[in-house]
Antibody, heavy 124, light 107 residues
């Protein structure tokens, strides 16, 4: 049973850089895309971006200028860096596996395994 | 970006009730639509993908339907553990976007 374990600093000052890592345990790393999603306190879910084992990346346009994602295939890990953090970036950050199922010549993508989340607070 | 709008934003119901949550996309997304359940303090959990396919291992009381721009999630008979927040999400194209959520609580 695949599990995602995520870690990183939870308290940052404005202008600092968020750095989170998500480790993939008990399953394939190369067959999937891997996503980051965040959720501000009391609010909904926001997709940040995704990456696969080859380093193919899709970022949300709203965060693209500040985000970097990378993979370490030797460790089955992927990471998120978000620069120039402000209070508006305070959120729970989740990593997730993006699975695809194909039929009728279409591929359907969905996030079926999630990490437990990391609470990130930006405060001076 | 594709905008996803859910209704209602909140809903109160009794255990045993049948409830329906609606999700509308700002453009045609065919059946590239997923549903998630989130309990307080926990990560979201996939319920339905491709608009109507129930995720493996989940009870059959959850069902999804729709295509194009209008979708529904139906819970046929509410159990105590179903009281949570539900999100739709389009996977037609990146950036993937979510609805604002529907909070379902016990009446």
């Amino acid at each position: 049973q695949v599990q995602l374990q995520q870690w990183g600093a939870g308290l940052l000052k404005p202008s600092e850089t968020l750095s989170l890592i998500c480790g993939v345990y008990g399953g394939s790393f190369s067959e999937y895309y891997w996503s980051w999603i965040r959720q501000p306190p009391g609010k909904g879910l926001e997709w940040i971006g995704e990456i696969n084992h080859r380093g193919n990346i899709n970022y949300s346009p709203s965060l693209k200028s500040r985000v970097t994602m990378s993979v370490d295939t030797s460790e089955n890990q992927f990471s998120l860096r978000l620069r120039s953090m402000t209070a508006a970036d305070t959120a729970v950050y989740y990593c997730a596996r993006v699975t695809s199922s194909s039929w009728s010549s279409e591929s359907f993508y969905y996030m079926d395994v999630w990490g437990k989340g990391t609470t990130v607070t930006v405060s001076s | 970006d594709i905008q996803m709008t859910q209704s209602p934003s909140s809903l109160s119901a009794f255990v045993g009730d049948r409830v329906t949550i609606t999700c509308r996309a700002s453009q045609n997304i065919y059946n590239f639509l997923n549903w998630y359940q989130q309990e307080p303090g926990k990560a979201p959990k996939l319920l339905i993908y491709a608009a109507s396919t129930l995720q493996s291992g989940l009870p059959s009381g959850f069902s999804g339907s729709g295509s194009g721009t209008n979708f529904t999630l139906t819970i046929s008979r509410l159990r105590p553990e179903d009281f949570a927040t539900y999100y739709c999400q389009q996977s037609y194209g990146t950036p993937y976007t979510f609805g604002q959520g529907t909070k379902l609580d016990i009446k």
